[in-house]
């Protein structure tokens, strides 16, 4: 059973930096393709970021683009969300997910696995 744990999230300043981490369990993590969600209050659940299982595509929201950063580790497991020039507007709880589709998955019904979120606070 694939097993994903965000970490990362905390406080931080708007124009502040951030990298989120995502560890993958339970399965062979190359077979895998991998995605960063968001959730604010009161909103629905947004992509942010994906990553093929290969690492060689990536695709991101258009809110992100520019400032955002997917990236794995084949090592250790990892997947990670590099966030720059955070904006108020990027407070939200945020989400990896994996899927075995090989396509662009930008819903999140098409991913199987999802973390337990990790929250990024924004204070302007």
């Known amino acids: 059973q694939v097993q994903l744990v965000d970490s990362g999230g905390r406080l931080v300043q708007a124009g502040d930096s951030l990298r989120l981490s995502c560890t993958f369990s339970?399965?062979?993590?190359?077979?895998?393709?991998m995605g960063w969600f968001r959730q604010a209050p009161g909103k629905a659940r947004e992509f942010v970021a994906r990553i093929t299982w290969t690492g060689e595509i990536t695709a991101y929201a258009d809110f992100v683009k520019g400032r955002f950063t997917i990236s794995r580790d084949y090592d250790k497991n990892l997947t990670f969300l590099q966030m720059d020039n955070l904006k108020a507007e990027d407070t939200a709880v945020y989400y990896c997910?994996?899927?075995?589709?090989?396509?662009?998955?930008?819903?999140?019904?098409?991913?199987?696995?999802w973390g337990q979120g990790t929250q990024v606070t924004v204070s302007s």
């Open positions: 997910a994996s899927t075995l589709g090989g396509g662009t998955y930008v819903y999140p019904h098409q991913y199987d696995y």
């Open positions: 339970g399965d062979t993590f190359s077979k895998f393709a």
